[in-house]
């Protein structure tokens, strides 16, 4: 495995930074929520072997809480040489009615971050294939993501780094789990079916509230999906509050639950395609 630098007091060294954090907060609260996410995303770089020197990434940026939190520390841990990649923030303008086009260029340009705006009109194609009030996020979700497969090839990046975090991969989990009947959840790393664009997770420990407060923290200019944000009654949803009621109920589950995709014990399962249940005998062993 490809490791980076271990944790040190000095890596944690929050004075300074990219000028992305020129504004940010100064308080003991938000240092130790910066602390914390490049902690959890310098853990999960090192578990699932994301970092190769040299290499070069995309990374999608939609304009939403998630992906300014991932930009924000990707470029935090370059910054202090923590990261020895090259970084390309990428924006999908998928057509979406009314979307602010100006708002993430000069977001980009004024902090200095190299950056590629690509208009595709994915929202057409989404609105002629369904029905007016089915679920969208599937089929937008497919074609955003072969798009930039195409630019992250056509860019020379050997991955596509994306901003799904802890809750992400807990509700996919569930729904896999109630409505496909398999154990499957989001991965912190995997390659896509060519076989020669990886896809990183790099916030996959991170908690949705802590960039929730990260967000608001920086002032980051939210751009709001009107398109898949906005329709009621999605599955997601509906796993995002019944995890939500576990977490008040008992605090600290949903770290236990992230931590439990990382401990499978197939052997405890019912899959005999991963254990030789059938192998199994009293006295077989020697």
Known sequence: MNEIAPITADAEDLSGGHPMFRDAPSS??????????????????????????????????????????????????????????????CNLDQGQPNFPKHILPEFLTANGVPHRIEYQDTYSIVTDKLPAGATYCSLCSRLRRGNLYRIAREEGCSALVLGHHREDSLETFFMNLFHGGKLAAMPGKLLNDEG??????????????????????????????????SQEGLERNAMKAMLDDIERRMPGRKDVMIRALGNVRPSHLLDPKLFDFAALAAGAAS
């Open 28 to 89: 003991v609260g938000f240092n130790k929520l910066r602390k914390r996410l490049v902690r959890n995303t310098r853990e999960a770089m090192d578990r699932f072997g994301m970092v190769r020197p040299g290499e070069r990434w995309l990374v999608a940026l939609s304009g939403g809480k998630d992906s300014y939190g991932l930009l924000a520390v990707l470029l935090d841990l370059k910054w202090r040489g923590l990261l020895p990649v090259d970084l390309l923030a």
């Open 196 to 229: 020669d664009v990886e896809v990183l997770r790099p916030l996959i420990y991170c908690a949705e509230d802590d960039l929730a407060r990260f967000a608001e923290a920086m002032a980051f200019p939210i751009i709001p999906c009107d398109l898949c944000g």
